[in-house]
């Protein structure tokens, strides 16, 4: 999971860039990274570690020149989150100048690594799944090119060879340099991306591809569309677009977790209002908490914040319970599922979270979260609630266990991290320490988000993977998840 923007504008794009990463902050931490491009096809780039705020000095985005541009904000699944080599843009100077970014994971990277070095001779400099989607988008490129100035028709081409190489999860931002800006989502859709548009002081186009909706909001543009699965949009330095799909059998199955956790509850995805996907998932889990704690045992329904609080509003007025906040957040620490390794996350939930005791003592409390993957954090928030002097402690999930691996593109690569795999769900209490363990059921966090369609769900399925280990692209085996396994442990 990342964050991606990319702009054409009539002026300078520099800082618009920066503001949208900002608001993107959420999706990565460990790193960011900005790159522009002028009219003349000259690009530049600054890419640092850590978050927006910090990284980026005055003197680097004077650096930063042209009216086309990229920014990334980075959340490693893949090769090394301290590697500042690793973070995004990555940049190859053949064919015309390119520069990329992409959010999601690629799930044939041997097989790719091993064409890169055998066919395509292209040389690679980390083990970033980045900058292998960059050189065979390079190498595509380069089979399309001919003695005429390269065209939309040809960068599709480009990108239909592209699909056909790669799979996995993946959206893509790229810049030609002296041509334009390239975006384009994988056939299957799993990870987000929006177009959106606005008027410039010219009267001619402005244009914005991003990860979530709030970016376009923010800045005034108007939503025009999700780029399609499989499709490519491509943007001339001019402002002028050209839109194709791409892929052979696209289809749209979005990832679950997006409205579970991942993205910012002001955000539309795929037609789909995040906050209200949030509010239904609180109103199916509420029957499925009446079904299992017994009545009388509830006192306060209490979120964990902040991506939780929807769902426990929602399951307390269904239960007809007092919903109170209990935790207080201290805003200056970032979220601990995205913080690179346990030790860090582990040590962070205390710095995130204050227990206020006035609001725990002697009192029966339904915890509500938007998901347990690790156990990590739940258990420490179990046991802060009775330190605080909760009477008991029945804990709830918005989203059904996590028993799966999920590959594309959020760090939940091994079935080992994963508190719920192997275990049932009176053990998986006893892991954590609470009195009773609820979960969402699977059918009903599928339910929540379809219906929370504006105008009615483009989608009739989406990718749950890491609940029901159902893997929608058809291309994940349990030797593929085996071999991810050893690579994270070794």
């Not at 970016?215 to 677009?241: H, K």
């Not at 994963?418 to 979960?439: K, N």
């Amino acid at each position: 999971m990342c964050g991606i923007v990319g702009m054409v504008g009539r002026g300078p794009v520099n800082q618009d860039i920066y503001d949208a990463l900002l608001l993107l902050q959420h999706r990565g931490q460990d790193a960011t990274g900005i790159a522009t491009a002028e009219p003349s096809g000259v690009m530049h780039i600054q890419k640092k570690p850590g978050q927006v705020r910090e990284a980026f000095r005055t003197r680097d985005m004077r650096s930063l020149l042209g009216n086309v541009g990229l920014g990334h904000v980075r959340y490693a699944t893949k090769g090394t989150a301290s590697a500042e080599e690793e973070a995004q843009p990555f940049y190859v100077n053949s064919p015309y100048g390119l520069i990329l970014i992409h959010n999601g994971n690629l799930t044939n990277t041997r097989e790719l690594t091993a064409e890169m070095e055998q066919r395509d001779r292209r040389h690679l400099n980390s083990s970033s799944d980045t900058e292998l989607l960059l050189n065979v988008l390079a190498n595509e490129l380069q089979a399309t090119t001919s003695p005429v100035d390269l065209d939309p028709d040809r960068i599709f081409e480009a990108v239909t060879r592209t699909h056909r190489r790669i799979e996995g999860a993946y959206a893509v931002i790229s810049v030609i340099a002296g041509y334009g800006l390239l975006a384009f989502r994988d056939p299957f859709g799993i990870r987000p991306l929006v177009l959106g548009r606005r008027a410039g002081d010219d009267g001619r186009d402005e244009w914005v591809v991003a990860s979530e909706s709030l970016v376009l909001e923010n800045a005034d543009y108007e939503l025009v569309r999700d780029v399609e699965p499989g499709e490519a949009v491509f943007i001339t330095n001019d402002g002028d677009l050209y839109a194709k799909q791409c892929a052979d059998d696209p289809k749209l199955l979005p990832c679950s977790f997006e409205y579970v956790y991942l993205a910012r509850p002001d955000s539309i995805m795929n037609g789909v209002s995040v906050y209200e996907s949030r509010l239904r998932m609180g109103e199916k889990l509420a029957a499925t908490i009446a079904k299992h704690v017994p009545e009388g045992l509830i006192d306060v329904v209490m979120p964990i914040p902040d991506s939780a609080r929807p769902a426990a509003m929602e399951v307390a007025k269904v239960l007809g319970i007092e919903y109170r906040e209990g935790f207080y957040k201290n805003r200056y620490v970032g979220r601990t599922f995205i913080m690179p390794g346990q030790a860090v996350r582990k040590k962070s939930v205390r710095q995130k979270l204050n227990a206020m005791s006035s609001e725990f003592r002697g009192k029966n409390v339904l915890l509500i979260d938007d998901s347990i993957v690790r156990g990590t954090t739940s258990k420490q928030i179990v046991q802060m609630a009775y330190a605080a002097g909760a009477k008991t402690v029945t804990f709830a999930s918005a989203a059904p266990p996590v028993r799966h691996p999920h590959v594309y593109g959020i760090n939940m690569p091994s079935r080992l991290e994963l508190v719920a795999h192997g275990r049932t769900i009176p053990e998986i209490a006893e892991e954590l320490g609470c009195d009773h363990l609820v979960y969402q059921e699977v059918e009903d966090l599928r339910d929540a988000i379809i219906e929370s369609a504006v105008g009615g769900a483009s989608f009739t399925d989406l990718d749950m993977s890491c609940f029901d280990g159902r893997y929608v692209t058809g291309t994940v085996t349990d030797e593929y998840l085996s071999w991810v396994e050893s690579v994270q442990t070794s």
